[in-house]
């Protein structure tokens, strides 16, 4: 595991949006993993503000949702699908054909993991995956009893994660489910990058720092990975110790 500390959480955002733009203009064809929540806002709008001014051509590369929320309309404003082109669809101009969303709309919803699955696959898997982590340390919406060997799935959202999105809704409460990659599927991903910034990821960056495997916090499973880079800001940093 790579660590990078910034000294705020603006320099945070720009470490990690000029990671994601330098492989959007050094990569052809990449397969980018993308996640949705407050975190990312800023981070998105680094990376628009980057693609616009360097007049950067994005239409060979493909993008996938690591989540959807099940029982919503896809074009619900809450929706993830809706997020992402706020954020990033309409922004660059990009066509929706460029990204995949764990389908949960369809009748066949016990299939749509699988479906999933193996659209990442045809697509070549996921280069580079982006993540943030929940304060229950939960990546995606793999919460706190996920398996390393999970895969895209249904799953039940705990009602930590339920009240602290529900500041994403407007009106009406948060879904009871999701459609999520599962650990495994992230780990398959060449290289992740999670960003966690605020007091209140701290106890969940400090839980990663100091257990491996542990499916009580499934973020502790990425250590295994080659390539994980973990970008904080001081507030999120603020409970480990680092013994150099
Ligand atoms: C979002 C996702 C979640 C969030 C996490 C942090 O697609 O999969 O794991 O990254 O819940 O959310 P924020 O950034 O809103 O604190």
Do not use: W
């Not at 007091?199 to 990975?225: G, V």
Request: aromatic share 6%; proline share 4%.
């Amino acid at each position: 595991m790579r660590i990078i500390i910034a000294k705020s959480s603006s320099e945070a955002v720009e470490i990690v949006s000029d990671m994601i733009f330098n492989k959007l203009q050094s990569e052809q064809d990449l397969v980018l993993g993308l996640a949705t929540g407050k975190t990312m806002e800023p981070v998105y709008k680094e990376v628009v503000e980057k693609v616009k001014a360097s007049h950067l051509d994005l239409r060979s590369h493909r993008f996938f949702m690591l989540d959807e929320y099940i029982g919503l309309s896809t074009s619900h404003p809450s929706s993830f699908k809706s997020y992402i082109n706020r954020h990033l669809i309409a922004p660059l101009k990009l066509v929706s054909d460029q990204f995949q969303f764990p389908t949960v709309g369809t009748e066949h919803l016990s299939k749509a993991g699988e479906v999933y699955e193996e659209k990442i696959k045809q697509a070549g898997g996921i280069y580079l995956q982006l993540l943030g982590i929940g304060s229950n340390g939960h990546i995606g919406f793999n919460e706190p009893g996920s398996s390393s060997d999970s895969r895209t799935r249904i799953v039940k959202l705990t009602e930590e994660t339920r009240k602290a999105n529900q500041s994403q809704f407007e009106s009406g409460s948060v879904p009871e489910e999701a459609l999520s990659m599962g650990v495994a599927s992230i780990m398959d991903a060449k290289e992740l990058l999670m960003l966690a910034t605020g007091a209140s990821k701290a106890d969940a960056i400090k839980y990663l720092f100091n257990h491996h495997d542990d499916e009580s916090c499934p973020a502790t499973f990425l250590k295994a990975h080659p390539r994980f880079t973990l970008v904080l800001d001081p507030e999120a940093a603020g409970k480990i110790s680092l013994n150099i």
